[in-house]
């Protein structure tokens, strides 16, 4: 059982950065970790994935090259660095937790946190 809390949504300009942490109660280690977000009225949509020793990571097609993923799991914490941020990049976004390493689909991962907002603004 893994319990994931989410920090460091807030309101960030547009080109500016914002850093989102995933503080997992278990041990991360053992996990395949993941960002989804979700804006009002659409589907959750997959941002990123890192695999268990943080070798391979991937992205989702709207994020690549201005966001990354990180994990530390001495800290059991996984990380989503976003920069050159967009106004269509607001919404929730969620940490996941999962076996199997390189999947998009929501279904894949078997926990969830309870998101964070993150604004984008003119």
């Known amino acids: 059982q893994v319990q994931l809390v989410e920090s460091g949504g807030g309101l960030v300009q547009v080109g500016g950065s914002l850093r989102l942490s995933c503080a997992a109660s278990g041990r991360t280690f053992a996990y395949v970790m993941a960002w989804f977000r979700q804006a009002p009225g659409k589907e959750r949509e997959f941002v990123a994935t890192i695999n268990w020793s943080g070798g391979y990571a991937k992205y989702g097609d709207s994020v690549k090259g201005r966001f990354t993923i990180s994990r530390d799991d001495a800290k059991n914490t996984v990380y989503l660095e976003m920069n050159s941020m967009k106004e269509e990049d607001t919404a929730v976004y969620y940490c996941?937790?999962?076996?199997?390493?390189?999947?998009?689909?929501?279904?894949?991962?078997?926990?969830w946190g309870q998101g964070t907002q993150v604004t984008v603004s003119s």
């Open positions: 996941a937790a999962g076996r199997d390493s390189g999947k998009v689909a929501v279904t894949v991962y078997d926990y």
